[in-house]
């Protein structure tokens, strides 16, 4: 009786252990290191101007949007709406940076619009630290 109970219990722990193989859980966002760059994100965002919250509103999607030609194409559709958004925040680099964007959305090269919607971020995050006074 004794073995009978071991041998079900060998094959218990087994068929847990494979399903668990299949599918491993989630780690909790804290633990991750989204998690914590979201965290650093909410606190960035908080007291931040009511222009650069409505730029970051426009920037924030198409930025954490999956790099390629589909994310040119979505940015470039709405570069009327980074410029307004820009020039409402009255901070001349990141009128500028918008500019360059907007030169980049006016041909194909992927790697121009990549670096143009790079500094659009960088003078974004410039601006926030600009804003919080640091």
Not at 59 to 80: F, K, N, S, Y
Request: with cysteine; net charge negative.
């Amino acid at each position: 009786m004794r073995t009978l109970g071991f041998a079900f219990a060998c094959v218990l722990a087994t068929a847990c252990s494979k399903k668990q193989d299949a599918a491993p859980a989630p780690a909790p966002a804290a633990d991750t290191k989204d998690g914590d760059h979201n965290d650093k994100h909410e606190h960035e965002m908080a007291g931040l101007s009511p222009e650069l919250s409505s730029f970051h509103d426009v920037l924030g999607p198409h930025w954490h949007a999956a790099q390629g030609q589909q994310r040119m194409t979505d940015t470039c559709g709405v570069i009327g709406d980074f410029k307004t958004k820009a020039d409402a925040a009255k901070n001349q680099p990141l009128v500028d940076a918008v500019a360059g964007l907007a030169t980049a959305c006016g041909g194909t090269d992927l790697a121009a619009f990549d670096a143009a919607f790079g500094k659009v971020h960088e003078s974004f995050h410039a601006a926030m630290e600009a804003g919080h006074g640091k």
